[in-house]
C-alpha cells in the first residue's frame, strides 16, 4: 500500500469507526396501477418474527412476503414496531445488547441469520436509509459514495471512479454534484444528502433497500425527488419503506402493511388497503380516527 493510500485508509476509518462503534379525515389519492399478471419472485420472506427489548415484546409473529422489485409501505402509529421491523431485516435488531429475535427472516430463500450469512454482507445486500440523511462529515462526496467498498479493500481508481458516477446517476445526484466530488458530504442540502445516502447504498452490491421515514426531514420538493427515485430504483431493488405520510404511501407503493402495537394488521395491495381495508383498525387508522 503506497504511503497516501495508507493516509487516506486512515481518514475513512477515521470517519466512519465512531459511527459504526454507536451504534381529521385524510384525504388519500391512490396511483392506479394495472395489477401484474407476471408472478413475483419472493425477496424477502418474514417467517413468525418476534422481537424483544430485554423483556419487552416489540413485534408478535410477523409473517409476510415481500416480493422482488416492489415498494412496500409499511405504516402504523408511533412505537407500533415499524423501525424494529426493518431493522430485523437486515440483523440491525442484534446491535442493540439487549435486544433478541424469533423467528426468521429469509433473503432469495436462504435465512439471514445462517452461519455462513456474515451480517456485515447482509447489511450490504440489504440497505438502510434513516430518517436523518448520515453522510460520513468529514468525507468528501465521492469518499462517501465509495466508502463500502474502500473499507473492502477496493483500491483501483478507475473502479471507484465509475463506481461513483454509476451510483450518482442512479441516485439522481450526479448532474448537482460532479464539478464538486471533493466537497464534504456535510456540504449538501438535506435532500441531496438523503440522495447521496441513497448512492452509497448502491454502490456496494444492493438488493433490498430499507427506508426508515426517509423525507420526513426533507422540504416537499426534495421529497418528490425522492419518491421520484424509488419509482425509478424498483425497476432493479426491492424497497421497503417506513412512512408517516399516508399520501406518500399511496403514491410510492405497490403493497402496504399497517401494523399496530407490533403485530401486522393489514398487508395487501396498496389500492386494496386504502379504498377498501379488510380490517377496521385499518380503516380507523387511515381515515385519521386515531395514530
Ligand atoms: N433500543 C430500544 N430499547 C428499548 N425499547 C425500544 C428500543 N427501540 C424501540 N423500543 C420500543 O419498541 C417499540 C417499537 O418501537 P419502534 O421504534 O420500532 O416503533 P416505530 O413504529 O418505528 O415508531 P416511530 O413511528 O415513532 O418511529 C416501542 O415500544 C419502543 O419504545
Ligand atoms: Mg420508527
Known amino acids: 500500500m503506497s504511503d497516501e493510500t495508507a493516509v487516506k485508509d486512515k481518514k475513512v476509518r477515521a470517519a466512519v469507526e465512531p459511527t459504526i462503534a454507536k451504534s381529521e379525515t385524510r384525504k388519500i389519492e391512490v396511483r392506479h ?10 425477496k424477502v420472506k418474514v417467517d413468525d418474527a418476534c422481537a424483544f427489548f430485554g423483556t419487552k415484546q ?12 416492489e415498494v412496500t409501505a409499511i405504516i402504523g402509529p408511533s412505537g407500533c414496531g415499524k423501525s424494529t421491523l426493518i431493522r430485523c431485516f437486515n440483523r440491525m435488531h442484534e446491535t442493540v445488547p439487549t435486544a433478541k429475535f424469533t423467528g426468521d427472516i429469509l433473503l432469495d430463500q436462504k435465512s439471514i441469520f445462517a452461519p455462513t450469512m456474515d451480517p456485515v454482507v447482509v447489511r450490504r445486500r440489504i440497505g438502510m436509509v434513516f430518517q436523518k440523511p448520515t453522510p460520513f462529515p468529514t468525507l ?6 465509495i466508502v463500502g467498498l474502500t473499507l473492502n479493500g477496493v483500491r483501483d481508481k478507475k473502479v ?8 450518482l446517476r442512479k441516485a439522481a445526484l ?3 454534484v460532479k464539478d464538486n466530488l471533493q466537497k464534504p458530504g456535510a456540504a449538501l ?16 452490491e444492493l438488493e433490498v433497500l430499507l427506508m426508515d421515514e426517509p423525507c420526513s426531514a426533507l422540504d416537499p ?16 431493488y426491492t424497497i421497503i419503506i417506513v412512512t408517516h405520510n399516508m399520501q406518500q404511501a399511496a403514491r410510492v407503493s405497490q403493497k402496504t402493511a ?17 379504498t377498501n381495508p379488510s380490517n377496521k383498525l385499518t380503516e380507523d387508522y387511515i381515515t385519521g380516527r386515531f395514530g
Not at 196 to 203: M, V, Y
Request: hydrophobic content about 40%; aromatic content about 8%.
Open 258 to 274: 399497517f401494523m399496530l402495537n407490533g403485530k401486522l394488521v393489514e398487508y395487501d395491495a396498496t389500492e386494496k388497503v386504502f
Open 160 to 167: 471507484l471512479d465509475e463506481k461513483v458516477e454509476w451510483s
Open 189 to 204: 442540502s438535506g435532500g441531496q444528502q438523503q440522495r447521496l445516502c441513497i448512492a452509497r447504498a448502491l454502490a456496494v
Open 33 to 42: 396501477e394495472e395489477p401484474s399478471t407476471e408472478k413475483k419472485t419472493t
Open 174 to 176: 450526479w448532474d448537482e
Open 58 to 69: 416489540a413485534l408478535f409473529s410477523v409473517n409476510m412476503e415481500i416480493a422482488e422489485k
Open 140 to 145: 468528501s462526496i465521492y469518499e462517501n459514495v
Open 221 to 236: 420538493i426534495s421529497t418528490s425527488k425522492v419518491e421520484e427515485l424509488i419509482h425509478e430504483l424498483r425497476q432493479n
